[in-house]
């Protein structure tokens, strides 16, 4: 009898996630500069699709098509032919896709945020503000930075999106899905940022984080790569329950390392989410734990009326009087029950052992 082909492992899948990355943004610049017979007056030949470009290839950690990867084994993916009849590179395909609608978002939250470093480099909106200012460009320096981030996450979502139009209807549904709530989730974030605390505080930083964090990072890759493999609904359902734990379990870990977590592995200075009053569980739990001076500070926060000392001292709180810990019981709690749905017959052994370690990555993570 033939011996049937060798599922490819996660290695060789995020090898070629990388090279169908690196094809389709060769292809973008080269479309980008088609009949342009000089290079861009202020960005020169680091045009738009070459800060989308650089953006991409700063050492992300490639966790969407991971995901994407392991719901694609765990239906037994390998086993069904996509419409090219290429299962894989459907998902290769997808998983490309999924990091460029990331650059997306992280081009454009570090505008909305006003974060100066992404990666341990300069943000985007940086890098293009201070190219104006070396050629002593006209106009305001800052709002051409932010305007050309824009532009290079509107490039990378639109490239995505080209990606995915020829995967099957059932991907392009759940990709739209995907788009709209993590712009949904934005829009609420910075609804809190503007208006937050409160009563319902608790509740809707829980819901900020699912929609900008966890389901687009966890849930819907996951969800993605089990629809190319052929998944039935039956087969999705556990996927999707552990997807979702997991993916609230991501956003609290997020939480915790955007107060307490180190620069040099974040990418992003210590304290940034107290700083920009961001609206996490984390500072919403404060609001109900603290009191006091320390309250005080919180609605200084809450008010982007603070200094630097109100920062370092509720984060000091936090500590003390247990909010952080508590935000780690809920991170364990939601990892423990997200295994416990892998528990499904429907599901590959070689699936679960690979979603079992990356639930444990998840939980623990310092990046």
Known sequence: MPVPPAVPD????????????????????????RDCETEDAVLGATDVPELLTRLVQSGGKRFRPLLCHWGWVAVGGARRPGPTGD????????????????????????VMDRSRTRRGQSALHVVAATRHREVAGRDDADRYGDSIAVLAGDLGHAEADA?????PRAVRTLWRRTCVELVRG??????????????QALRRALEVARAKSGAYTIQRPLELGATVGGAS????APLSLYGRLLGEAFALRDDLLGVWGHPEQTGKPVGDDLRLGKSTVVLALA???????????????????????????VAD????????????????????AAVAALDDDRLTDEGVAGLTEVAD???????
């Open 317 to 336: 709180a936090m500590v003390r009087e247990g909010v952080r810990d508590e935000v780690e019981s809920m991170v364990e709690a939601r990892t423990r």
């Open 186 to 199: 934005q829009a609420r974030d910075l609804g809190e940022a503007a208006r937050g605390g409160g009563e």
């Open 10 to 33: 996660r290695t060789q899948t995020l090898d070629d996630v990388e090279r169908c990355l690196a094809d389709r943004l060769e292809a973008l610049g080269v479309e980008w500069r």
């Open 87 to 110: 299962s894989h590179a459907d998902l290769v395909t997808l998983g490309a896709a999924l990091e460029l609608l990331h650059a997306f978002a992280l081009a454009q939250d570090d």
């Open 163 to 167: 990606m995915v139009a020829d995967l």
């Open 361 to 367: 990555q998840v939980a623990w993570r310092t990046w």
């Open 233 to 236: 609904g039956e087969a999705l």
């Open 287 to 313: 609001e109900q734990r603290l009191g006091g001076p320390d309250a005080r500070a919180v609605a200084r926060i809450r008010r982007q009326q603070h200094d630097e000392s109100d920062v370092g001292g």
